[in-house]
T-cell receptor
Framework: DGGITQSPKYLFRKEGQNVTLSCEQN?????MYWYRQDPGQGLRLIYY???????QKGDIAEGYSVSREKKESFPLTVTSAQKNPTAFYLC?????????????FGPGTRLLVL | RKEVEQDPGPFNVPEGATVAFNCTYS??????FFWYRQDCRKEPKLLMS???SGNEDGRFTAQLNRASQYISLLIRDSKLSDSATYLCVVLLTAGNTPLVFGKGTRLSVIA
């Protein structure tokens, strides 16, 4: 099946620990995105990548890092510098076809701090 | 002014009712508009794109008013399964650029 997968579904982080969230897509989409959603809030953009080996900061990039070494993969690392990492993290992808810029989302990862 | 604003609700409506949500956006140069649906603790899923001429998909109708900078979603004959949060989403620049999300409007359809 084609789609976007995220793992793990739940992730627990200890104080001072870096954790990496996985996002993989087999849709042959060029662009990938990471969003964070807090309870009762909208989605906020962390990082996005329009092409392999290139990415841009979003609105709340501090405390996060990403890489885009392969078209299919866009992992997100939550570093110890992110002081309030508990949230629902959503990865999305899109294809650059005019009039079809729809983004498709993975099932998300819930990150909890112990 | 927030880029995309929605009434958070909740809207509690009986089965079979018609319900409408509005959303305003601040950037007049916005390119594309969408409604996404998000179920509790799930990812957002595209419900429908919103075109200038308005568009309909079954019980759902979306309208765009560029002059007043708002979009709307009308749901007719509400079903229990329509209960969800509806996100108004705007694409500021054409191409593979990030979407801007409203905080969502929560709908509960009651039997």
């Amino acid at each position: 099946d084609g789609g976007i997968t995220q793992s793990p579904k739940y992730l627990f982080r200890k104080e001072g620990q870096n954790v990496t969230l996985s996002c993989e897509q087999n849709l042959n989409h060029d662009a990938m995105y990471w969003y964070r959603q807090d309870p009762g809030q909208g989605l906020r953009l962390i990082y996005y990548s329009q092409i392999v080996n290139d990415f841009q900061k979003g609105d709340i990039a501090e405390g996060y890092s990403v890489s885009r070494e392969k078209k299919e993969s866009f992992p997100l690392t939550v570093t110890s510098a992110q002081k309030n990492p508990t949230a629902f993290y959503l990865c999305a992808s899109s294809i650059d076809t005019p009039g079809r810029e729809t983004q498709y989302f993975g099932p998300g990862t819930r990150l909890l701090v112990l | 002014r927030k880029e995309v604003e929605q009434d958070p609700g909740p809207f509690n409506v009986p089965e079979g009712a018609t319900v409408a949500f509005n959303c305003t956006y601040s950037n007049s140069a916005s390119q594309s508009f969408f409604w996404y649906r998000q179920d509790c603790r799930k990812e957002p899923k595209l419900l429908m794109s919103v075109y200038s001429s308005g568009n309909e998909d079954g019980r759902f109708t979306a309208q765009l008013n560029r002059a007043s900078q708002y979009i709307s979603l009308l749901i007719r004959d509400s079903k229990l399964s329509d209960s969800a949060t509806y996100l108004c989403v705007v694409l500021l620049t054409a191409g593979n650029t990030p979407l801007v999300f409203g905080k969502g409007t929560r709908l509960s359809v009651i039997a």
